[in-house]
Nanobody, 113 residues
Framework: VQLQASGGGLVQAGGSLRLSCAAS?????MGWYRQGPGKQRGLVAL???????NYADPVKGRFTISRDTAKNTVYLQMDSLKPEDTAVYYC???????????WGQGTLVTVSS
């Protein structure tokens, strides 16, 4: 499976950004992960084919993940961005919600204060 991510960029605190990730075929779980400076890569949000979602606690209520199954595409709407959201964001996909079998290229999100 190939994943093509897009979006990201520089935004001021309180602003919004939208990330997109298109997969070359249907896969059970698609999501976004991020790696901030000096930190390990971790889950931001994921969504399954059935529409079930998981969010990391720091983004709950601010980020929304959605999926267009016909286009094999997942979107991450990021609102009320904070400087601590600054990271490289990676699209990931897998056959279950616990494993990431495929990674897309990272996209940098920078939130200025």
């Amino acid at each position: 499976v190939q994943l093509q991510a897009s979006g990201g960029g520089l935004v001021q605190a309180g602003g919004s950004l939208r990330l997109s990730c298109a997969a070359s075929r249907s896969i059970f779980s698609m999501g976004w992960y991020r790696q901030g400076p000096g930190k390990q890569r971790g889950l931001v949000a994921l969504v399954t084919l059935g529409g079930s979602t998981n969010y990391a606690d720091p983004v709950k209520g601010r980020f929304t993940i959605s999926r267009d199954t016909a286009k094999n595409t997942v979107y991450l709407q990021m609102d009320s961005l904070k400087p601590e959201d600054t990271a490289v964001y990676y699209c990931g996909a897998g056959g279950n919600r616990f494993d990431v079998d495929y990674w897309g290229q990272g996209t940098l999100v920078t939130v200025s204060s």
